[in-house]
């Protein structure tokens, strides 16, 4: 419950854990040049700047 408290507090994470799920989940069915793009961004993870959602 604690970890569900951490974030709810900080959305960047939520979108975070959210972007990676779904990389990973789609990595085996991705072309070759999909994975090189994936793998950028897994790595680089960092440097995207993560904008809070404002979903109502």
């Known amino acids: ?10 959305p960047d994470a939520n979108v975070r854990i959210d972007l990676i799920a779904r990389i990973e989940a789609s990595f ?3 072309t070759p040049s999909g994975k090189r793009v994936a793998g950028w961004l897994l790595n ?5 700047p993560f904008e809070p959602s404002f979903r109502t």
């Open 1 to 10: 419950m604690q970890q569900d408290d951490a974030n709810s507090a900080n």
């Open 28 to 30: 085996s069915q991705q």
């Open 44 to 48: 680089n993870l960092a440097q995207i």
